[in-house]
């Protein structure tokens, strides 16, 4: 009786194990799934608080703006980008004229920017000159055939000159550029410009350019670099489980691949990823070493994530959303410049993922 009555005490128990065993395993898989979101920022009245993101749908604007080829027009983006950098907007009075009003510095704004002029802010933060613009700089009597052209070029706008030919039409060349690009009136094609007046435009012209660069990296503005599949080199590194982006971004199927590379410092944005990898992604059966990563393509809209690594679809029309009651979505606006300052974002990218 007694080996029965202990036979069915130690049932008891190994059921209870088993049952409280079970509990814990589905607490912990309960608490894996919990969705990762962190509090959010948001701004109330004028006033900061911190926010629960809650279930329910998100949108959040990636501002795209478009930068363009030229020198001058370069030169007017540098511009309006400083302009909306410093959070000042300018407005016309009604007499006409132009006064500037400070907004709100609690604005969110994450920007989709061209890889070439990310490339060529770096290069502008080591010299204080765009490549183009360094041929202002040089001796004009150290010209050669190749730059006096291309000054030329630069230069089509200032008409004739009684020096044709000789260096102090170069010097004048380099001058009224110089003088374009610094919105100084009162250039004479005649006049017998200096070297050393040239030093001071060019003096000028770096301190513009050093404003915008460290306006640029001291901003709260987040922004991400968009670059092509193509463009990107992944394809020559890619073979049946692989795949790499500017040697720091691992797509595989393989735990071991995982632990390759250490992460890019700067956000990534890529176009015409193939079409079978996007899918393969969607289905989260590719681990990506990437946190996160925007993929633009035509088949999904929304999120995925596998472990620690996010990837963002935008512009598909399938939704695809890791955590269903969560409808979270990055949609590209592409905007002007100066448009910036009418308008925000509720949201960073790096508030969800």
């Known amino acids: 009786m007694k080996k029965?009555?202990?036979?069915?005490?130690?049932s008891c128990s190994l059921t209870s194990f088993s049952m409280f065993d079970k509990i814990k395993k589905e607490i912990k898989w309960?608490?894996?799934?919990?969705?990762?979101?962190?509090?959010?920022?948001?701004?109330?009245?004028?006033?900061?608080?911190?926010?629960?993101?809650?279930?329910g749908r998100y949108e959040i604007k990636l501002f795209e703006i478009t930068y363009p080829s030229d020198l001058f027009g370069k030169n007017k983006f540098y511009n309006e980008f400083n302009i909306f950098l410093k959070g000042i907007e300018p407005i016309k009075t009604k007499n006409g004229e132009t006064k500037v009003v400070n907004i709100r510095a609690t604005r969110?704004?994450?920007?989709?920017?061209?890889?070439?002029?990310?490339?060529?802010?770096?290069?502008?933060?080591?010299?204080?000159?765009?490549?183009?613009?360094?041929?202002?700089?040089?001796?004009?009597?150290?010209?050669?055939?190749?730059?006096?052209?291309?000054?030329?070029?630069?230069?089509?706008?200032?008409?004739?000159?009684?020096?044709?030919?000789?260096?102090?039409?170069?010097?004048?060349?380099?001058?009224?550029?110089?003088?374009?690009?610094?919105?100084?009136?009162?250039?004479?094609?005649?006049?017998?410009y200096s070297e050393l007046d040239k030093e001071f435009l060019i003096e000028e012209l770096k301190k513009n350019r050093k404003e915008v660069v460290e306006n640029f990296e001291n901003s709260k503005v987040e922004y991400f670099i968009k670059e092509s599949y193509e463009n990107s080199g992944i394809g020559k590194l890619q073979d049946d489980s692989i795949y790499k982006f500017d040697k720091d971004v691992v797509i595989s199927d393989k735990l071991e691949d995982q632990a390759i590379l250490p992460e890019l410092e700067k956000n990534v944005y890529l176009t015409g990823f193939p079409e079978n990898v996007i899918k393969e992604l969607a289905k989260n059966k590719l681990k990506l070493k990437r946190t996160p990563l925007l993929l633009e393509n035509s088949d999904y809209h929304g999120?995925?994530?596998?472990?620690?690594?996010?990837?963002?679809?935008?512009?598909?029309?399938?939704?695809?959303?890791?955590?269903?009651?969560?409808?979270?979505?990055?949609?590209?606006?592409?905007?002007?410049v100066l448009d910036l300052l009418k308008t925000d974002s509720n949201y960073y990218v790096s508030d969800f993922f």
């Not at 962190?38 to 004028?46: C, E, P």
């Not at 613009?133 to 630069?154: G, N």
């Not at 008409?159 to 250039?187: C, M, S, W």
């Not at 596998?306 to 409808?327: A, L, Q, R, S």
């Open 30 to 55: 309960a608490s894996e799934e919990e969705p990762k979101f962190k509090k959010v920022k948001v701004n109330i009245d004028g006033e900061e608080k911190m926010r629960k993101v809650i279930p």
């Open 108 to 192: 969110k704004y994450s920007l989709l920017l061209e890889k070439r002029f990310y490339e060529e802010m770096q290069q502008i933060k080591e010299y204080l000159l765009s490549d183009e613009e360094k041929i202002l700089e040089l001796p004009a009597s150290s010209l050669e055939d190749y730059y006096r052209q291309q000054l030329t070029s630069m230069s089509s706008g200032m008409g004739a000159t009684e020096y044709a030919g000789t260096d102090q039409e170069f010097l004048n060349r380099q001058i009224y550029v110089l003088y374009q690009l610094l919105d100084k009136p009162k250039f004479n094609p005649n006049n017998v």
């Open 4 to 10: 029965g009555i202990i036979l069915i005490l130690l």
């Open 303 to 336: 999120y995925m994530f596998n472990e620690d690594n996010t990837v963002v679809f935008i512009g598909g029309k399938e939704p695809k959303y890791y955590y269903k009651d969560y409808k979270i979505n990055v949609v590209k606006k592409p905007i002007e």
